[in-house]
């Protein structure tokens, strides 16, 4: 007995169409976007470094046959060997686990800074730009107060009220971050709530926190991801700068603005003090720049 396929009466060019159709999978934006990130040659090159400095900062300091505050008087300045990969410093202190321990701090820092400054820029930018008028006005003019303060006297004034502590030094470089993601985070939101997205929301009743929860925050992504990657290096260089000038990191803990710090004060005897830490956090804020410009590239619809 035939049996006749249930596609006979279809034209040969409409099966053809339909395979095509079946073969071709549409990409998300989101994958089309770690698609174009994974294909920049630098930015992919630097996650891979900025990995392998982060799993060097965890795990290094637990293996190493020296711990970060051991003072060996017996090798005060003793120059790269194969004991000592970078040396040690003129307290006799091993360089590799000391940048190691101070990666983690100085990482800690610019991490948790940055998800301060995240979290209370976005809400702060996407409500002024939102509602507008005169909570905008009064909410921006108090950024703009606070810019006017200068960052190393806010630092000490907080250092001198609730004493020298890495949670204040969080707080202090988190509070003066989030200044730039909410002027950021208001620009986008100001151009996002004129959209025929957010203007259907309101035709319907939907109450206007969560049409700025739902429609205008999720949009931001894009923008506020490349920013915190481009923020993260600036933390660390602040806190790099406090600890240079005495106020951030204390002994016996370390960061790289500490090593630096020690370093240049012994870069005749022991050079590779200096060049060492300072060399690693170069290579990573590089790193975290590189890899905000491919953010920057794979999420620019117009560069599509």
């Keep these: 007995m035939n049996t006749i396929s249930p596609h006979a009466d279809q034209h040969p060019n409409v099966r053809a169409m339909q395979s095509a159709g079946d073969a071709i999978k549409g990409r998300s934006l989101w994958e089309d976007a770690r698609r174009r990130l994974f294909a920049n040659k630098a930015a992919l090159a630097s996650m891979i470094v900025l990995f392998l400095v982060l799993l060097a900062a965890i795990f290094w300091p637990l293996i190493s046959p020296h711990a970060y505050n051991d003072v060996n008087y017996s090798a005060y300045s003793v120059a790269p060997s194969a004991e000592y990969w970078m ?10 686990v000391r940048t ?12 948790i800074a940055t998800m301060v400054s995240l979290v209370i820029g976005v809400v702060w930018g996407a409500t002024a730009g939102f509602f507008g008028g005169t909570i905008d006005n009064v909410m921006m003019r108090i950024v703009d ?6 960052f190393v006297f806010f630092v000490i004034i907080l250092m001198v009220i609730f004493g020298t502590s890495l949670w204040i030094m969080f707080i202090a470089i988190g509070a003066i971050e989030w200044l730039t ?5 208001r620009g986008q939101t100001l151009s996002l709530k004129e959209k025929e997205f957010v203007e259907a929301a309101r035709a319907i009743g939907v109450k206007p926190l969560t049409i700025v929860r739902r429609h205008i925050v999720p949009n931001l992504i894009g923008p506020v991801i ?10 660390i260089l602040a806190e790099s700068f406090l600890s240079f000038l005495g106020l951030g990191v204390q002994e016996p803990l370390t960061s790289w603005g500490v090593l630096i710090a020690d370093g240049a004060n012994g870069l005749p005897a022991a050079p590779w ?3 060492f830490p300072a060399g690693v956090m170069a290579l990573t804020l590089f790193c975290f720049n590189f890899i905000g410009d491919g953010l920057r590239d794979a999420l620019d619809p117009k560069d599509r």
């Design 273 to 275: 003090a200096l060049l």
């Design 226 to 235: 490349i920013y915190v990657t481009l923020t993260i290096p600036y933390a």
């Design 100 to 111: 190691m321990m101070g990666a983690r701090v100085s990482l800690a820092v610019g991490l």
């Design 181 to 185: 993601m909410a002027r950021i985070v």
């Design 145 to 150: 107060v606070l810019y006017s303060l200068p």
């Design 87 to 96: 040396g040690t410093d003129v307290n006799g202190r091993d360089i590799l």
